[in-house]
């Protein structure tokens, strides 16, 4: 098992010990100096991630991009396009009613054989898993079924997101980029003003810690959907986005969603005399 094998590497390992004292250990193990910084980030991270469950690094259903069965071909496939995504899931008249997955590659032979392939001939069947489930072991049952995204599911069938093993992997090694990291969602200011945000922070929860008024809309719960909402898309990192008096930076993402977002203050222009 991955966690067995890195914690024997840095001889960490014993079968006596709980998951408690090896991070004791891990602790006691990096104030010694017997492993690094970035080692004791990638140990913990591995430690947390078994206990990690998909609710707690899905992408949230307001922020699903997903596509309609009944949509015209030409729209479809646009659509697909303008979005960027190698995989995105198929549902008949509501997302709660997921039919499949189509591959982006897959829509080639749609194009080139327009009157012989329907688009329910490419669509892939969808796996579905509650919100419940362990990432661990997600991810071995990606590798087992040789899958790359899965539909999250509430108690009642319907979706509540989707995840993928890129979502997963992120997981692990993804703490390492982010060591430095605020605990809170919303960080302390920084001497010029701004904040460094985690863009899954519901809008409301942003604006009570912010004293913002961004919308509230039913499309969107966090910051994160609310960005893409005015967009219309997914923006790149290093992107500005402006929205009333506050400026919004993003820092860092996933192929999928916003993670971290700058946001600061811009004065208010004077008001001009006649």
Do not use: C, W
């Amino acid at each position: 098992m991955l966690l067995k094998d890195v914690l024997v590497k840095f001889g960490l390992l014993k079968a006596s010990l709980s998951e408690e004292e090896l991070k004791q250990v891990l602790e006691a193990s990096t104030i010694s100096g017997a492993i690094n910084k970035t080692e004791h980030e990638l140990i913990k991270s591995i430690l947390e991630f078994t206990d990690t469950t998909v609710k707690e690094i899905m992408v949230p259903r307001p922020d699903v991009v997903a596509l309609n069965i009944e949509m015209p071909r030409e729209v479809l496939v646009r659509k697909v396009i303008d979005e960027g995504y190698s995989r995105l899931p198929v549902y008949r008249e509501s997302i709660d009613n997921i039919i499949g997955i189509i591959y982006s590659k897959d829509l080639l032979s749609l194009l080139e054989h327009r009157d012989l392939i329907l688009l329910q001939d490419i669509i892939r069947p969808a796996y579905f898993v509650p919100e419940s489930k362990k990432i661990s072991q997600l991810l071995r049952e990606f590798q087992l079924k040789k899958a790359h995204i899965a539909i999250v599911t509430d108690e009642y069938g319907g979706t509540e997101g989707i995840i993928t093993i890129e979502d997963i992997m992120e997981e692990i090694v993804g703490e390492i980029h982010d060591e430095y990291d605020e605990v809170s969602k919303v960080a302390e200011p920084l001497r010029d003003g701004s904040a460094v945000v985690d863009a899954r922070i519901s809008v409301s929860e942003f604006n009570s810690q912010y004293a913002a008024e961004v919308p509230e809309a039913p499309e969107y719960e966090t910051l994160a959907g609310f960005i893409q909402k005015i967009l219309g898309r997914l923006p790149e990192i290093g992107e500005t986005i402006p929205h009333n008096e506050l400026q919004f930076t993003i820092l860092s993402k996933t192929a999928r969603r916003i993670k971290q977002v700058r946001v600061i203050r811009t004065p208010k222009p004077l008001p001009t005399g006649e």
